[in-house]
């Protein structure tokens, strides 16, 4: 059974720092592209972060560069990404991503990726 499994979201205060760890199976995380994307109620999906399989390059959406950084554990099968320097835009449910036909990311972050799990919020205050 292919699954996704997100935990580590919360409330944290504007500044703040989350860990946020997607636990997949039925599939190897590091065969695919794999990353996160985030929506707030009445929005389309945003593109996060993502991490090329085939040779390891990492992206990010400009509204996070320079705050979270994409990682992973593959003999846990598991993605991460660290959140830092969070601010009130950054509340949204957060979901993990893969893309089983490729190994390349999306220029956009989330397109033609599917998410199975039930994601989780992260909710910043001021």
């Known amino acids: 059974e292919v699954q996704l499994v997100e935990s580590g979201g919360g409330l944290v205060q504007a500044g703040g720092s989350l860990r946020l760890s997607c636990a997949a199976s039925?599939?190897?995380?590091?065969?695919?592209?794999v990353g996160w994307f985030r929506q707030a109620p009445g929005k389309e999906r945003e593109g996060v972060s993502c991490?090329?399989?085939?040779?390891?390059?990492?992206y990010y959406a400009d509204s996070v560069k320079g705050r979270f950084t994409i990682s992973s554990d593959n003999a846990k099968n598991t993605v991460y990404l660290q959140m830092n320097s969070l601010k009130p835009e950054d509340t949204a449910v957060y979901y993990c991503?893969?893309?089983?036909?490729?190994?390349?990311?999306?220029?956009?972050?989330?397109?033609?990726?599917?998410?199975w799990g039930k994601g989780i919020l992260v909710t910043v205050s001021s």
């Open positions: 991503e893969a893309d089983l036909y490729g190994s390349t990311c999306p220029h956009d972050l989330v397109s033609g990726m599917d998410s």
């Open positions: 991490r090329s399989s085939s040779d390891g390059s990492t």
């Open positions: 039925g599939f190897t995380l590091n065969d695919y592209a």
